[in-house]
C-alpha cells in the first residue's frame, strides 16, 4: 500500500510492503530479508508519473530499511526521456548517495535489456555514481547474475 499526495520524494509519507512487495501494472518493488536488498523491476514502459513513483517509492523503502544492496531490472522499461533521466540524476542519485558510507558499500546492480537506447539511459544515469565512495555497480544481463553477485557481495561482509 502506498499512501501518498503526489509523486515526489519527499511526498511520500508511508511504505507499506505487503509481504515484502509492492507491485502495480508498471513496475514491482521486493525486499528480500535475508540479503537486506530491494529489487525494482519494471514491467513495461512507463510514462513519466509511473516512472518517477516507482524511484519515490525506492528512496522511501532505503529510508524505513537502512539496506546497502539494489537491484534494478530495465529490461522491459523501454526509453526513458531526458526529462526523466535529469529528474532521477538531480532526485534519486543524491538520495542514494546517502545509503553509501565509509563503513558499508552500497552496491547497486543494473539488469540491461536488448533496447540499445534503454541500456544508453539506464548507463548515463549510473555514471553519476561512478567514483563515489563506497558504491559498486555493476551490469548484468540476467536477474539470476545480479543475484549471484548481490550473494557473493553480502558475503564478502559478514
Known amino acids: 500500500m502506498i499512501k501518498k499526495n503526489t509523486v515526489g520524494i519527499s511526498k ?13 501494472e508498471f513496475y514491482k ?8 536488498s530491494t529489487h525494482l523491476s ?21 529510508e524505513e530499511r537502512g539496506h546497502f544492496s539494489h537491484i534494478t531490472d530495465t529490461s522491459s522499461m523501454g526509453v526513458i526521456s531526458l526529462e526523466d ?5 538531480e532526485k ?5 548517495r546517502r545509503f553509501a ?5 552500497l ?15 539506464a548507463k548515463n544515469i549510473a555514471r553519476h555514481f561512478i567514483g563515489e565512495l563506497n558504491i559498486d555497480i555493476h551490469y548484468f544481463a540476467k536477474y539470476q547474475e545480479a543475484y ?9 561482509i559478514i
Open 92 to 96: 534519486v542519485v543524491p538520495q542514494i
Open 107 to 121: 552496491n547497486i546492480a543494473l539488469i540491461l535489456g536488448d533496447d540499445v537506447f534503454a541500456n544508453f539511459a
Open 29 to 36: 518493488i521486493e525486499f528480500t530479508e535475508d540479503l537486506q
Open 42 to 62: 519494471f514491467k513495461k514502459k512507463c510514462e513519466s508519473e509511473r516512472y518517477r513513483e516507482a524511484y519515490t517509492v525506492l528512496i522511501k523503502i532505503f
Open 85 to 89: 533521466q535529469e529528474w532521477v540524476k
Open 12 to 24: 511520500i509519507t508511508m511504505i507499506k510492503l505487503d509481504n515484502n512487495i509492492i507491485e502495480t
Open 148 to 156: 549471484e553477485w548481490h550473494v557473493k557481495e553480502q558475503n564478502t
Open 101 to 105: 558510507n565509509s563503513s558499508k558499500k
